[in-house]
């Protein structure tokens, strides 16, 4: 079992930076592949980017590619989201989700685990 906690959300204007934090507990962390997904009022939740556990391999939606970095923290069990140039269209709450999938993997369906998510708004 791995609890996911997500915070950093908060209200920003277009162009301002804002970073997210998920905390993980339970399963070990270093070894399980970490994503954040999107979910805009009246839309599916979306992929935005994934982290193999050791770091080494990242991937990014395009909708966000050269504009948002995903990294982790093996030591503090934390995956964080750097979100740069935001946009009002980034306006969503965002999701950590872990995913036990032997390989990279960008869809709902792979995650095994959940955050509450945290809401970020991008006023323009």
């Known amino acids: 079992q791995v609890q996911l906690v997500e915070t950093g959300g908060g209200l920003v204007q277009t162009g301002d930076s804002l970073r997210l934090s998920c905390a993980a507990s339970?399963?070990?962390?270093?070894?399980?592949?970490m994503a954040w997904f999107r979910q805009a009022p009246g839309k599916e939740r979306e992929f935005v980017a994934t982290?193999?556990?050791?770091?080494?391999?990242?991937y990014v939606a395009d909708s966000v590619k050269g504009r948002f970095t995903i990294s982790r923290d093996n030591a503090k069990n934390t995956v964080y989201l750097q979100m740069n140039s935001l946009k009002p269209e980034d306006t969503a709450v965002y999701y950590c989700?872990?995913?036990?999938?032997?390989?990279?993997?960008?869809?709902?369906?792979?995650?095994?685990?959940w955050g509450k998510g945290t809401l970020v708004t991008v006023s323009s």
């Open positions: 982290i193999r556990w050791s770091g080494g391999s990242t």
């Open positions: 989700a872990a995913s036990t999938w032997p390989t990279t993997a960008t869809t709902m369906n792979l995650m095994d685990y």
């Open positions: 339970g399963r070990t962390f270093s070894t399980t592949n």
